[in-house]
């Protein structure tokens, strides 16, 4: 009875892993990466977004002595990005920004010396299926 359960919870586990390893595929496919640089060498976000589809603005960035001007198509800031358009293809944006006179705000006021911190998408369910396939290997091997 026991080898019973543990071969089905085992043959479970594997289904799982399957699953969510082909849904990821064919999901990371049909999108595209939208990158949000908050200067030249650092990003500020990366949104994943479907074809053909459009990106919401994020959060406003802040950064010391500055004030952020919009984000642009091309580095040098000189067409801004118009949060309309379909996104067909991966996109990198830029963040303008605007040497302000009170140094140490940002636009909402808020002090800031760099990028904000973020999760990195996946990485929960990476340590989930890690999790449960250590679960499979113990139970698997233990002898009652």
């Known amino acids: 009875m026991v080898t019973k359960i ?15 390893t082909f849904a990821g ?3 990371a496919s ?3 990466l939208v ?10 976000l990366n949104k994943p977004v479907a074809r053909y589809a459009r990106v919401s603005e994020p959060e406003s960035p802040v950064k010391n002595g500055y004030t952020f001007g919009g984000w642009y198509t091309e580095p040098e800031c000189v067409n801004k990005f118009d949060f309309n358009t379909r996104i067909p293809s991966k996109t990198t944006l830029y963040a303008k920004w ?4 009170s140094a140490g705000t940002g ?24 999790a449960v396939l250590g679960a499979a ?3 698997g091997r233990r002898r009652v």
């Open 6 to 20: 543990k071969t089905i919870f085992l043959v479970l586990c594997i289904a799982l892993l399957i699953t969510l």
């Open 25 to 27: 595929t064919a999901t």
């Open 30 to 32: 049909n999108n595209f």
């Open 35 to 44: 990158i949000f640089m908050y200067d030249e060498d650092t990003v500020y």
């Open 98 to 101: 605007i040497p302000s006179s």
């Open 107 to 130: 636009a909402a006021g808020n002090v800031n010396d760099g990028p904000p911190t973020f999760k990195i998408p996946g990485f929960g369910a990476t340590v989930g299926i890690a």
């Open 137 to 139: 290997f113990v139970l």
